[in-house]
């Protein structure tokens, strides 16, 4: 097992989808319990609800836009049904992420299950280690780290 980062300093965005809440606050505790596991104070995670995954990116940029957080987790259940909606909610969420990370500078973590069926998206919502929730926290704990030693050497190097 890998050695957790401090994240004592940390604050944290958790963005998460109401639809399909009987996952997505599982996922969520997990990576609550996570974040409070790592160190970060329970005072400096913030969570905000939001609608359905789709919304999910939306809520994480303006969240990173606000210059507040070091790191947003992303959670959300997307499940498969018998219309081509999965494959649309699903693509849009992932990429749109992925835009608001890179475009605001600041680590977004994907912890959006999609799944074929209730089940498997309960299976992975374990509020343990062995849940995608807790996976996106020290997800985001390690990228928020990475962040900061890429900031320090970048202005190290601009002094020198």
């Given at each position: 097992m890998t050695e957790t980062p401090n994240a004592t300093h940390l604050r944290v965005a958790i963005v998460v989808a109401r639809y399909n809440a009987f996952v997505t606050d599982r996922l969520r505790d997990g990576a609550v319990a996570a974040l409070t596991q790592a160190g970060t104070p329970a005072e400096q995670i913030e969570v905000i609800p939001v609608p359905g995954a789709y919304e999910v990116p939306q809520a994480a940029r303006r969240?990173?836009?606000?210059?507040?957080?070091?790191?947003?987790?992303?959670?959300?259940?997307?499940?498969?049904?018998?219309?081509?909606?999965?494959?649309?909610?699903?693509?849009?969420?992932?990429?749109?992420?992925?835009?608001?990370?890179?475009e605001t500078g600041v680590p977004m973590t994907f912890g959006v299950l999609t799944t074929d069926s209730a089940e498997q998206a309960l299976a992975r919502a374990a509020v343990g280690p062995d849940g995608k929730g807790w996976e996106a926290a020290m997800a985001a704990v390690e990228m928020a780290a990475i962040f900061r030693q890429l900031d320090r050497r970048a202005t190290r190097g601009a002094h020198a």
């Open positions: 969240a990173a836009e606000t210059g507040r957080f070091d790191a947003v987790i992303c959670l959300g259940c997307v499940i498969r049904g018998e219309t081509a909606h999965f494959e649309y909610i699903a693509s849009a969420v992932a990429h749109g992420i992925m835009d608001a990370s890179g």
